[in-house]
């Protein structure tokens, strides 16, 4: 079974600083990846996806993220913090199996000082 | 354009009292549906899926359960709750059959059985 591991579970940057949360996968196949974000008491929404097309992606407010293979890695990166930026943020990979089940880690809750 | 209800937000309801929860698609056709639970503080797990209508697989044995009476309609439901069902309870959907197609979800039921 594919899996996903969050190191960090708070992440704390200041604002204009580069934000780095990083994620790890175990899979046997090609993964499918994703990372999400949640504000407070709302669902998650997409930031970005691995298409394998491109080994970086580009994700929605200047988020992107790094595809490394022999790392079995996928970290999320931000140039530079804004305030409007605290939240959670998850990694999470698709089985392609049943009902292509995705798998969430633990998340990373991402502090922004003023 | 898809959109995804879920309802109630938010739920206080007594140990050993009935649950359901509602939530339906809009937009698409014969989409996978998911019922995920998030305990403070901890990541996403997977409840439920279901590929089609009736069709219903569960992740984890516990007092929930759920059916899909209608195409883009996904009900979890409980007869008698326990303490340790509450949590915030996220219902998400995808396009059946496309790889790399993210989870779209609601904005959550939070759910506290005193």
């Known amino acids: 079974a594919q899996s996903v591991t969050q190191l960090g579970s708070h992440v704390s940057v200041s604002e204009g600083a580069l934000v780095l949360l990083r994620c790890n996968y175990s899979?046997?196949?090609?993964?499918?990846l994703f990372w999400y974000v949640q504000y407070p008491n709302q669902g998650l929404q997409l930031l970005l996806k691995?298409?394998?097309?491109?080994?970086l992606v580009k994700g929605i407010n200047d988020f992107e993220a790094e595809f490394k293979k022999s790392e079995t890695s996928f970290h999320l990166t931000k140039p530079s913090a804004h305030m409007s930026d605290a939240a959670e943020y998850f990694c999470a990979v698709s089985e392609e199996v049943g009902g292509f089940k995705t798998i969430f880690g633990a998340g990373t809750r991402l502090f922004v000082k003023a | 354009s898809q959109t995804i209800h879920q309802w109630p937000a938010t739920l206080v309801q007594p140990v050993g009292s009935p649950l359901s929860l509602e939530c339906t698609v809009e937009g698409t056709s014969n989409p996978n549906l998911y019922w995920y639970r998030q305990a403070a503080g901890r990541g996403l797990q997977l409840l439920f899926y279901?590929?089609?209508?009736?069709?219903i697989s569960s992740e984890v044995p516990q007092n929930l359960s759920a059916s899909r009476p209608q195409d883009r309609q996904f009900i979890l439901s409980s007869k008698k709750l326990l303490l340790s069902d509450s949590g915030f309870y996220l219902c998400?959907?995808?396009?059946?059959?496309?790889?790399?197609?993210?989870?779209?979800f609601g904005n959550g039921t939070r759910l506290t059985v005193t």
């Open positions: 998400a959907w995808r396009v059946l059959g496309q790889q790399n197609s993210p989870l779209h």
């Open positions: 899979s046997s196949v090609p993964p499918y």
């Open positions: 691995y298409t394998s097309a491109a080994t």
């Open positions: 279901s590929v089609g209508i009736g069709q």
